[in-house]
């Protein structure tokens, strides 16, 4: 069994995640070489359970065979890393990424009908709307954020309009979804992690218990909205319960604000930085944009790592695991896994096939919001490049410290 002392590399330690990220691939293309898992003993973490360690998985076979296969390597109780206490799934109730079937494939299939193909060809006009107002907004003040003028704000209002949250109080749902987003970030000492902590479960619960408050009224006085649809029995009499609507808008104002404005933002960058990219998406938007995203969110790995645990032995890459053990699935590292996608660093928006596994690997798990942030991202691209041609980042993005969510908190720009 290979360690962080042996490497020389600690996954586990949170200094690692502020290194440069060039220094952090380098390190994961070493682990990637290896003929066995490496192992990580977990450092502790204030108010986070610590176990003895995981094992790293970073190449993309590994990835998606951990991800084929979920009766082996469970969701539960959590895919977080280090796991949450154990009174967090007690407050405020079970996510469905922290669930195995038949739970989670029961709350999937009544939560689907929001990504349904019908539902996301009725957020067009909406999103093109948004997209519009956002372009016309950023030439009227001028450029000064991207992050903030731009790519946080389409996606908060996308769903927003999906659930039918109030225009009154989605200022204070967008303060919040940045207050959970930050505890993401690694955390260094305890007085930071309990401050951090103690806002981000506010924020919580004021996301559960607003949108909770949304589905009592909904049940009475059903609309057109998704929280209607999610309150009301389908024709197989399923619907979600209060807890479990506050838990999916909460998955659903984080995971899904977070995976499109953070390839929007890191997209920009990377177009900004690699001239053909641009000179072909702005030549022939509509054959490139979709090799476009798809390349971005393969190198930006908007969730850098989701944790499964072994539920049965099990043997993997020259390892042996045994029920308990926790393995790591490195989302980024398998995406620049050189067996599979050749001159892995190299931006390049033609690139086919381009099996990524930026929205998690195959299989049950599988990011259900997908469809939708692509169309975002689309739209989005589509006003920007097209009012805004000479559009740029003009220094490098100012990124969120996390071991987990690859995000851009500010990013300068011009046009």
Known sequence: MTTAVETGIDLADLAFWNRPPGERERDFARLRRLDHLAFFPERRVPLLRSGKGFHALVRHADVVEASRNAKVFSSEPAVTNPEPPGWVKHVFGDSMVNLDDPRHARLRRIVSRAFSPKMLAKLDDDIREAATRIVDDVIAEGPRDFVTQVAARLPIHVICDMVGVPDAIRAKVHRHVDVSTAYTGVRM????????????????????????????????????????????????????????????????????????????????????????????????????????IEETVRIVSPIMQFRRTVTEPYELRGTSLTPGDKVVLFYGSANRDEDVFPDPGRYDITRTPNPHVGFGGPGPHFCLGANLARQEIKIMFRELFTRLPAIRTTAEPELLLSNFDNSVRHQAFTF
Request: glycine residues 10%.
């Open 189 to 292: 000492s305890l007085p930071r992690t309990v401050a951090m902590a103690g806002r981000n479960m506010a924020a919580l619960f004021s996301l559960q218990r607003l949108v909770i408050e949304l589905g009592r009224e909904r049940e009475k006085n059903p609309g057109g909205d998704l929280v209607s649809a999610l309150v009301t029995a389908n024709v197989d009499g399923e619907r979600l319960t209060p807890r479990e609507l506050g838990s999916f808008f909460t998955l659903l104002l984080v995971a899904g604000n977070e995976t499109a404005r953070n390839t929007m933002a890191h997209g920009l960058k990377l177009i900004t930085d690699t001239p053909e990219a641009r000179d072909r998406l702005t030549g022939d938007f509509d054959t490139h944009i979709a090799g476009a």
